[in-house]
């Protein structure tokens, strides 16, 4: 099994992230938080991403929800 090999990576508010895919200026971005739902009961919650943040190149503040296989910390 492939997975079995792979070592988990826990994301902290606060680590700086980037995006693993090769793409230009990829931003270096700031953790702020897990995000995670719930559907019909509070009690069976589940994780949707991490939430971060980055200043494009026009120096505006964005955010995004992403998949943690798709970010890599710096």
């Known amino acids: 099994m492939e997975n079995e090999n792979l070592e988990k990576i ?5 680590d700086i ?4 895919q090769d793409i230009p200026n990829r931003p270096k971005m700031i953790v702020v938080c897990k995000v ?3 559907l019909r009961d509070p009690k ?3 994780f949707k991403g991490i939430k971060c943040r980055w200043f ?4 505006e503040l964005q955010e995004a929800v992403f ?3 798709d970010i890599q910390l710096v």
């Open 10 to 14: 826990y994301f902290k508010p606060g």
């Open 17 to 20: 992230v980037t995006v693993k």
């Open 36 to 38: 995670s739902s719930y």
């Open 44 to 46: 069976s919650n589940y």
């Open 56 to 59: 494009s190149d026009s120096k």
């Open 67 to 69: 998949n943690t296989k």
